[in-house]
């Protein structure tokens, strides 16, 4: 085996890439990965202590990372993530839409302000992320975009209807955006996480986390680090042919389609 090629083909090294939600969680978790991986990385999150521990552990880790403070739900600070990233790095290659906000509501029950908040954090700061990155990307060789979507998107969500339904509405645009780029070299990417040990799970009561572990063929959660390995082959050359896809990593929780 050619472990040389095979290091290149999964390899980021000379790319920069974007996590959003990179303080925590998922998002950390491939952050770290990425700058294993070589990438210098920028974390994005609206909470200035948790943004500056990250950093300090990328760069602990022997990471080339910088942090920006922001919040998804603002479309300055989004246009701001962008402009540190360049300014730090000259560059672009992969952002990562993971920062998310799942409010918890039923259904005829909704506020103005929920709905808001949902949809800005969860569907209109991710697009308008790759739309001011775009620049960037059209003049990267190895532009990607990931963006994190949930396996709740592809089943009836009765207590977070309004997360599920952002994140299906995401994965419309991640197709959209992959057909409309596709030709110009940049290629966008989803992957749906089932249940996974974070604190978006971990809130929940230990009666209810046990029922969201069980509910998949695994019957168990899946921790953040296992969510690296889908974002790294769709981050890297591992996935140059692949475009407009959905890696649904949940143990079995959508039924096959």
């Given at each position: 085996?050619?472990?040389?090629?095979?290091?290149?083909?999964f390899g980021l090294h000379g790319r920069v890439a974007i996590v959003t939600g990179g303080t925590r969680g998922i998002g950390l978790a491939i952050a770290e990965g990425f700058v294993d991986a070589g990438a210098s990385v920028v974390v994005a999150s609206r909470k200035a202590d948790a943004v500056e521990r990250a950093v300090a552990r990328l760069r602990e880790r022997g990471g080339n990372a910088i942090g920006v403070t922001a919040h998804m739900g603002d479309l300055d600070d989004v246009q701001r993530i962008v402009d540190e990233t360049v300014a730090a790095f000259g560059r672009i290659d992969v952002v990562v839409n993971n920062a998310a906000t799942a409010l918890t509501l039923p259904i005829g029950s909704f506020t103005a302000d929920a709905w808001a908040k949902v949809n800005d954090v969860n569907l209109r700061g991710p697009v308008f992320l790759v739309q001011a990155a775009l620049p960037h990307l059209l003049v990267s060789p190895h532009a990607s975009v990931i963006n994190v979507i949930s396996a709740g998107a592809y089943l009836p969500s009765t207590g977070t209807a309004m997360y599920a339904a952002a994140k299906l509405a995401l994965l419309s645009y991640t197709r959209t955006t992959a057909a409309e780029f596709a030709t110009r070299g940049i290629r966008v990417n989803a992957i749906a996480p089932g249940t996974v040990e974070t604190d978006m799970v971990t809130n929940?009561?230990?009666?209810?986390?046990?029922?969201?572990?069980?509910?998949?063929?695994?019957r168990r959660m899946a921790s953040p680090e296992?969510?690296?390995?889908p974002a790294l082959f769709l981050a890297s050359d591992a996935s140059s042919f692949v475009t407009g896809q959905?890696?649904?990593?949940?143990?079995?929780?959508?039924?096959?389609?």
């Amino acid at each position: 085996m050619d472990d040389e090629r095979i290091s290149r083909l999964f390899g980021l090294h000379g790319r920069v890439a974007i996590v959003t939600g990179g303080t925590r969680g998922i998002g950390l978790a491939i952050a770290e990965g990425f700058v294993d991986a070589g990438a210098s990385v920028v974390v994005a999150s609206r909470k200035a202590d948790a943004v500056e521990r990250a950093v300090a552990r990328l760069r602990e880790r022997g990471g080339n990372a910088i942090g920006v403070t922001a919040h998804m739900g603002d479309l300055d600070d989004v246009q701001r993530i962008v402009d540190e990233t360049v300014a730090a790095f000259g560059r672009i290659d992969v952002v990562v839409n993971n920062a998310a906000t799942a409010l918890t509501l039923p259904i005829g029950s909704f506020t103005a302000d929920a709905w808001a908040k949902v949809n800005d954090v969860n569907l209109r700061g991710p697009v308008f992320l790759v739309q001011a990155a775009l620049p960037h990307l059209l003049v990267s060789p190895h532009a990607s975009v990931i963006n994190v979507i949930s396996a709740g998107a592809y089943l009836p969500s009765t207590g977070t209807a309004m997360y599920a339904a952002a994140k299906l509405a995401l994965l419309s645009y991640t197709r959209t955006t992959a057909a409309e780029f596709a030709t110009r070299g940049i290629r966008v990417n989803a992957i749906a996480p089932g249940t996974v040990e974070t604190d978006m799970v971990t809130n929940n009561t230990p009666e209810a986390q046990d029922r969201m572990a069980q509910a998949s063929f695994m019957r168990r959660m899946a921790s953040p680090e296992e969510m690296v390995g889908p974002a790294l082959f769709l981050a890297s050359d591992a996935s140059s042919f692949v475009t407009g896809q959905c890696v649904i990593a949940d143990g079995g929780l959508v039924p096959a389609r």
